[in-house]
């Protein structure tokens, strides 16, 4: 059972910078697709980014050219750094591993842009 811990959420001011982290208990970088999504008051739970195997990226729309997903194999742990942030972005940040059927969350982490 694969299990993955979040850090780095917070409170940051339209166009401000942050960055997530996600640590996984055990190195699946070359098996799992990884990923970050967000969740928002009063709406459901969206795709933000992913990162497969082979490294390719994938991004919603809305945070193209300000978001960045990357991956630390030596430390079992990938990132969501994001830039230009405005209050849209306010939401839950849950990290998220997928192989196959299979899959696990990270517990979420509070990202506030307010001003």
């Known amino acids: 059972q694969v299990q993955l811990v979040e850090s780095g959420g917070g409170l940051v001011q339209p166009g401000g910078s942050l960055r997530l982290s996600c640590a996984a208990s055990?190195?699946?970088?070359?098996?799992?697709?990884m990923g970050w999504y967000r969740q928002a008051p009063g709406k459901q739970r969206e795709l933000v980014a992913t990162?497969?195997?082979?490294?390719?990226?994938n991004y919603a729309e809305s945070v193209k050219g300000r978001f960045t997903i990357s991956r630390d194999n030596a430390k079992n742990t990938f990132y969501l750094q994001m830039s230009s942030l405005n209050v849209d972005d306010t939401a839950v940040y849950y990290c998220?591993?997928?192989?196959?059927?299979?899959?696990?969350w990270g517990q979420g982490t509070q990202v506030t842009v307010s001003s």
């Open positions: 998220n591993a997928k192989m196959g059927i299979f899959q696990t």
């Open positions: 055990r190195n699946i970088f070359s098996s799992y697709v």
């Open positions: 990162i497969a195997p082979g490294g390719s990226t």
